[in-house]
């Protein structure tokens, strides 16, 4: 069955790094377009960052140039690299399918805090 698995999550001041990774398995990883969501505190899940199979990535206007997702296909692991982080980049983090849309199924997801 599938299972995602996050971790990396952290408590960090404002300006500061965090790497999420996200270990896959029960899909076909090399060939699936995966995404990392986030869900903060009264608002509803947005997916931030998106790679193909191919490593070709794409981000929502809110992370574009402080984030950057890459993957490990031979590991079934797929990473976020945030950067210059933000009080409002405080939230629960998912990685999930991302072509048609995220599964059903849903990983446990990793706490970011980001405290000013």
């Known amino acids: 069955q599938v299972q995602l698995v996050e971790s990396g999550g952290d408590l960090v001041l404002a300006g500061g790094s965090l790497r999420l990774s996200c270990a896959a398995s029960g899909i076909v990883f090399s060939v699936t377009a995966m995404g990392w969501y986030r869900q903060a505190p009264g608002k509803q899940r947005e997916l931030v960052a998106r790679i193909t199979s191919r490593s070709s990535a794409s981000y929502a206007d809110s992370v574009r140039g402080r984030f950057a997702i890459f993957r490990d296909n031979a590991k079934n692991m797929v990473y976020l690299e945030m950067n210059s982080l933000k009080p409002e980049d405080t939230a629960v983090y998912y990685c999930?399918?991302?072509?048609?849309?995220?599964?059903?199924?849903w990983g446990q997801g990793t706490q970011v805090t980001v405290s000013s």
């Open positions: 999930n399918t991302v072509v048609p849309g995220p599964l059903d199924y």
